[in-house]
């Protein structure tokens, strides 16, 4: 049971980052271009909506149920490296990946949303590099998500199908 604990939470979380790609994904595919050729290639509203979402994106409850939520799939995943003895490279594995995940996240990303939410509205320079940054990192975050997700849900498979071999013999 506590393993679909972990696997809801994952699942909330990648949902999360889901909903952010909605902004993010603009700037995806101009992750390694220069500013200003960016500037000529998002157009100025799509710029705007993207600092508009970042500055009512930062609801201070929904941030404690997330730091909430990722306590909760860290000490999961802690629980189940220290419960399984077959899996135990495979939670740590999870562990890890949710752990960078996190780390990118509050170093580099929610920063960045914090200048954009205290600076001004309109679009310039700085805040469109900003948002590129953002988008960037967000994609990072997702995928340390969805892995660390797919690694718990092969580690709890594993110790599932060992111990109903246990129990046959």
């Known amino acids: 049971m506590a393993p679909l ?7 909330i979380i990648a949902g999360v980052y889901f909903t952010h790609a909605k902004v993010d994904s603009l ?11 960016l500037k000529s290639r998002v157009p100025l509203s799509q710029r705007q909506e993207g600092i508009n979402y970042y500055k009512i994106e930062g609801n201070p409850s929904l941030e404690y149920v997330l730091l909430v939520m990722t306590v909760l799939v860290i000490l999961s ?3 189940g490296f220290v419960r399984s003895t077959r899996s135990k490279l495979t939670y ?3 562990l890890v990946l949710f752990a960078g ?8 990303t929610r920063p960045l949303i914090a200048q954009i ?3 001004p509205s309109r679009v310039s320079n700085t805040t469109t590099e900003r948002l590129s940054q953002i988008a960037f990192y967000h994609l990072i975050t997702f995928g340390l998500v969805l892995f660390s997700g797919s690694m718990s849900i092969q ?15």
């Open 155 to 169: 580690g709890a498979e594993q110790d599932e199908i060992e111990d109903e071999k246990e129990k046959q013999e």
């Open 101 to 108: 995940a996190v780390g990118v996240e509050f170093v580099y």
């Open 5 to 11: 604990i972990s696997f809801v939470l994952h699942g």
């Open 117 to 119: 939410q205290k600076g």
């Open 92 to 94: 740590l594995v999870a």
């Open 27 to 37: 700037y995806w595919s101009y992750i390694s271009v220069p500013v200003e050729q």
């Open 77 to 79: 995943q802690v629980g």
